[in-house]
């Protein structure tokens, strides 16, 4: 079925100039980008986006990272955009990234790895709100 997903091109990829390549990436896999722009997130953006994170150690590095450039959100659409995001993406540690995938190519760490996609359609949802609203989204 015809999905959307909700992705941000994150600090590490914006800061060295990746949006353009990552987004080919996205289209080349089959997404259409139908909202993007690009944001330099608040403490509160950080904080409100990870929550589900606020427990891990690793929360507070998350919320610095994401705050310390701009970062591209966006809402993707396509065939059952969640997961094939997800495959375009690769594995959240570029390590085990698959060859051809956008952490694989470009990611630096698993904490400074390039983009965050939605992991269901029931988050993608969540997620596309929190950060668009319904007239910044065409299809
Ligand atoms: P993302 O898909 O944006 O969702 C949560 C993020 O937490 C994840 O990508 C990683 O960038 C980050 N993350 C996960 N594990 C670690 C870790 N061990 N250290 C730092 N950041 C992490």
Request: hydrophobic content about 40%.
């Given at each position: 079925a015809?999905?959307?997903?909700?992705?941000?091109?994150?600090?590490?990829a914006?800061?060295?100039?990746?949006?353009?390549?990552i987004?080919k990436?996205?289209?080349?896999?089959?997404?259409?980008v139908?909202?993007?722009k690009?944001?330099?997130?608040t403490?509160e953006?950080?904080?409100?986006?990870?929550?589900?994170h606020?427990?891990?150690?690793?929360?507070?590095?998350?919320?610095?990272?994401?705050m310390?450039?701009?970062?591209?959100?966006?809402?993707?659409?396509?065939?059952d955009?969640?997961?094939?995001?997800?495959?375009i993406?690769?594995?959240t540690?570029p390590e085990?990234a698959?060859?051809?995938?956008i952490?694989?190519e470009?990611?630096?760490s698993?904490g400074?790895?390039?983009?965050?996609g939605s992991?269901?359609?029931?988050?993608?949802?969540?997620e596309?709100?929190?950060?668009?609203?319904?007239?910044?989204?065409?299809g």
């Amino acid at each position: 079925a015809i999905q959307r997903t909700f992705s941000i091109i994150k600090p590490d990829a914006t800061k060295r100039n990746l949006t353009g390549a990552i987004t080919k990436m996205l289209e080349d896999g089959g997404l259409r980008v139908v909202a993007s722009k690009r944001i330099h997130m608040t403490k509160e953006q950080a904080e409100g986006f990870y929550a589900v994170h606020k427990e891990r150690p690793f929360f507070g590095e998350l919320v610095e990272f994401m705050m310390s450039e701009p970062v591209v959100v966006q809402v993707l659409e396509g065939e059952d955009a969640v997961a094939r995001n997800r495959e375009i993406m690769g594995a959240t540690n570029p390590e085990e990234a698959a060859p051809g995938t956008i952490r694989k190519e470009y990611a630096l760490s698993i904490g400074e790895n390039s983009v965050h996609g939605s992991d269901s359609l029931e988050n993608a949802e969540i997620e596309i709100k929190f950060f668009f609203n319904d007239d910044e989204i065409v299809g």
